[in-house]
C-alpha cells in the first residue's frame, strides 16, 4: 500500500511538472500521426491491387492475403501488445514497432513476388499492433490534467476515425503520380519523425508489479480473433461456407478459453472484471458499433461512387472526405461536449445520428444527387467522431493507470472488430441481395456467373458483350447492387438505433475522469 501510494505522490509530481511543459503537445501531433498512418494503411491498399496485382501477379487467393493478413494480424495481437507495453513500457514499444513498421515498409514497398509481399503485410500488422494501444496509453500518462486528456483523446480519436476515409484519397493521389511502392514509402518520414521526437519528449511508462507475460493467452487470442474476423470476412466475400465456419467455430472456442483462462491467472493479459463496470462493457460496445456503422458505409459508398456513378478513385477518395471532416470536428469536441451535457446523451447522441443517416439511405437509388450522399457521409462522420472519442475516453479512464495499454488495446480491438463486421455483416447483406439479381437475355452463361460474384466482376464482363447486351448487364447489377446497400443499411440504421438507446441506460452517471467516475 505504502508503495502504491508513493507512486501515486509520483505520478502526481511527474504530471504536474510535464504539465508545464509545451512539448507534450508537439508529442501528441506526433502520436496522432502515427495512429492516421496506421488507420490509412488498412484502408490505402485496395486502391494499389490492380498495380500490384500487374506487376507481382499473385493467385486468387494470394491477393486475397495480401488484402486481409495485415488486419488479420493487427486484430489478433493489439491486446498482448497492449498488455506487453504494460510489461515492457508503452514508449520502448512504441519506438520499437516504429522502427520495424518503417522497416518492413521498405520490405513492403520493394517487394518482388507475392509470398514476400504477403509476409511484408503481416509484418506491417505485428507492428501496427504495438502502435495502436502504446499511443492511447501513452496520452494517458503526457495528459495528467481530465480536461486537457479529453482534448488529446479527441485529437486522437479524430485521426483513427479519419484514417479510413483518407485512405482512398491518399492512395489516389500517390497512385496518380507514383508507382505502387509508393503507398508504403509515405510511412517512412512519419516513423522517422516519431523515433527521433518520441526519444527525446514521450515519457516511459509501464506497470510496476506486471507479472509475466503469459504465451498460451498470446496464442489463444490471436488465434481467437483471427478466426473470428476470417469467418466474418469470408461471410461477406463468399457466404457461407463449411471451411469458414470451422474456422469462426475454432476462434470463437479459443476465445472463450482465453477469457476462462484471463480469469485464473493472477497477472492476465486482460483482467477480464473491468468488464463488470457498466460504463466499460457499454463504452466498449458502443465503440465497436459505432465503427461499424462508418467503416461499412464509407466501404461500400466508396464501391457506388466508382463502379454505379463513374467517379475516378481519386474523385471517390473526395467524395467521402465529408466523413473524415465530420470526424475530426466532432471529435475535437466530444471532450467538451461530454462534461457539457453527459456522457451518454454525446455517445447516444453519437450513435443516432449513425443511425438516422443509415435510414436516410434506405430510400436512395442510382441517381442520387451528392449533395444528399455527403451530407449523410458528414452526420455519420460527426457521430462517430462523437462516440468514438468520448467512449475511448471512457475506457481509458475506467482502469487503474497501470492497465492503460490493456484498456487501450481493448478500445483498438473493438475499432478493428468494428471495422471487419462492418464489412462483414453489412457486406453479407449486399452480395445476398446482389446475387439475386436476374441477368438479360442474351448474357451468356460465364460472363453471367462472372456478373454475379461482384459487381466490379459485372463491370468488367459488360465490357467484353455487345453494345446494349453490356449495357442492359451493368444496369441490372447496378440496380441489385444498390437494393442490397439500401436493405444493408436499414438493417445498419436498425441495430444502430438500437445501441443508442442501449447507450443511455446503460451509461446512466457515467462520466468523464476528474468528475467523479464511479469504478
Known sequence: MNRDTAQLAAERTGGAEHQGRPGRWLALAVLALAVLLVAVDATVLGLATPFLSEDLR???TQLLWIGDVYSFVIAG?????????????RKKLLLTGAVAFG???VLAAYAGTPETMIAARALLGVAGATLMPSTLALIRNIFPDPRERSFAVGIWGAMASAGAAVGPVVGGFLLEHFWWGSVFLINLPVMVVLVLVGIKLL???KNPDPGPWDLTSVGLSLVGMIGVVYFVKELAAHGLGWDSVLIGIAGAAALVLFVRRQLTLPAPLL??????HRGFSAAVMADLLTVLGLSGLVFFLSQFFQLVQGRTPLEAGIAELPAAVGAVVAGLLAGIAARRYSVRAVVAGGLAAIGLALAVLIGFHANTAYPVLGAVLLTVGIGAGLSFTVTADVILSSVPKEQAGAASAVSETAYELGAALGIGLLGSIVIGV???FATPDGVPGPAADAARESLGGAVEAAATLPGDTGAALLSSAQLAFVDGLRIACGVGAAVLLATAVAAWFLLRGQRLDGESTPH
Open 58 to 60: 499473385p493467385s486468387g
Open 77 to 89: 495481437l493489439l491486446v498482448s501488445m497492449g498488455s506487453l507495453g504494460d510489461r515492457i513500457g
Open 103 to 105: 522497416a518492413v515498409s
Open 203 to 205: 515519457p516511459e511508462s
Open 271 to 276: 483482467d477480464m472484471r473491468l468488464f463488470r
Open 434 to 436: 446482389y446475387r439475386g
